[in-house]
C-alpha cells in the first residue's frame, strides 16, 4: 500500500501560519477518523503532536492544530517559532495494516 | 513515565541477522501494542509490523514478510525484532512504538548499519 501523500517542504517566517497537507484514499485516511502527525527534529525520535484529527496530547502547544476533509488531513501550526523547525508526518489507520505513514514534510522557518 | 530504551547500534554484513531489543517500563507491557518502524537515513517513516506482547500474536508489512521476527519476554518487559537476510537496503534507524490508540511512546531508536 502506498504512503499517505504529503508535500516535500513547506516553510514560513515567524509568527506566520503554515499547513501541511496530507492525503489519502478511502480505504486509509479518507475511511476513518484516525489520523496522527508526529513531530521529529534532526537525530530524534518522532514526537506526537495530533491524534484522531484534532486532539493535541497533553503538554503539546495549542498552536498546532489538525483537521480532515474527505481524504485530505491538514496541519496547521500558528504563531510560527524557530522550533518548529523540523520533519512532520502524518499517519493513519488502514483496512489492511494497522499504519501507513505520509513521504514526510520539512518545515523550514525562515 | 513511559519509557522505552532500545539496544545499542549494530553492524552487520550482509546476509547476516540482526535482533534489535526494546525494554518497556512505567507501564505494563502486556497492556499495550507495540510496533516496529524503521527510517532509512533521509527517508520517512516506515512501518514494519505489531505485535501484541499479551498473546505474542504479530502482523508483519507484507514487505518484510519472511524475514521478519517479533517476539516478547514479559518477564523482562522486552520486545525483540529480529530481521534476517539483511542487504544495504536495510542500513536504518529502527524503532519501536507503544500503541495506546497511536503510537504515543517511541523508543531512541537503533542504527542498523548493513555493510560488507
Known amino acids: 500500500q502506498s504512503a499517505l501523500t504529503q508535500p516535500a517542504s513547506v516553510s514560513g517566517s515567524p509568527g506566520q501560519s503554515i499547513t501541511i497537507s496530507c492525503t489519502g484514499i478511502?480505504?486509509?485516511?479518507?475511511?476513518?477518523?484516525?489520523v496522527s502527525w508526529y513531530q521529529q527534529h534532526p537525530g530524534k525520535a518522532p514526537k506526537l503532536m495530533i491524534f484522531?484529527?484534532?486532539n493535541r496530547p497533553s503538554g503539546v502547544s495549542n498552536r498546532f492544530s489538525g483537521s480532515k476533509s474527505g481524504s485530505t488531513a491538514s496541519l496547521t501550526i500558528s504563531g510560527l517559532q524557530a522550533e518548529d523547525e523540523a520533519d512532520y508526518y502524518c499517519?493513519?489507520?488502514?483496512?489492511?495494516?494497522?499504519?501507513?505513514f505520509g513521504g514526510g514534510t520539512k518545515l523550514t522557518v525562515l | 513515565q513511559v519509557q522505552l530504551v532500545q539496544s545499542g547500534a549494530e553492524v552487520k554484513k550482509p546476509g547476516a541477522s540482526v535482533k534489535v531489543s526494546c525494554k518497556a517500563s512505567?507501564?505494563?507491557?502486556?497492556?499495550?501494542?507495540m510496533h516496529w518502524v524503521r527510517q532509512v537515513p533521509g527517508q520517512g517513516l516506515e512501518w514494519m509490523g505489531i505485535?501484541?506482547?499479551?498473546?505474542?500474536?504479530?502482523t508483519y508489512a507484507q514487505k518484510f514478510q519472511g524475514r521478519v521476527i517479533m517476539t516478547r519476554d514479559t518477564s523482562t518487559s522486552t520486545v525483540y525484532l529480529e530481521l534476517n537476510s539483511l542487504k544495504s537496503e536495510d542500513t536504518a534507524v529502527y524503532y519501536c512504538?507503544?500503541?495506546?490508540?497511536?503510537?504515543?511512546?517511541w523508543g531512541q531508536g537503533t542504527l542498523v548499519t548493513v555493510s560488507s
Open positions: 512504538a507503544r500503541e495506546a490508540t497511536v503510537l504515543d511512546s
Open positions: 512505567g507501564y505494563t507491557l502486556t497492556s499495550y501494542y
Open positions: 505485535i501484541n506482547p499479551s498473546g505474542g500474536d504479530t
Open positions: 478511502s480505504s486509509d485516511l479518507g475511511g476513518y477518523n484516525y
Open positions: 484522531d484529527v484534532s
Open positions: 499517519s493513519s489507520y488502514t483496512s489492511n495494516r494497522p499504519v501507513v
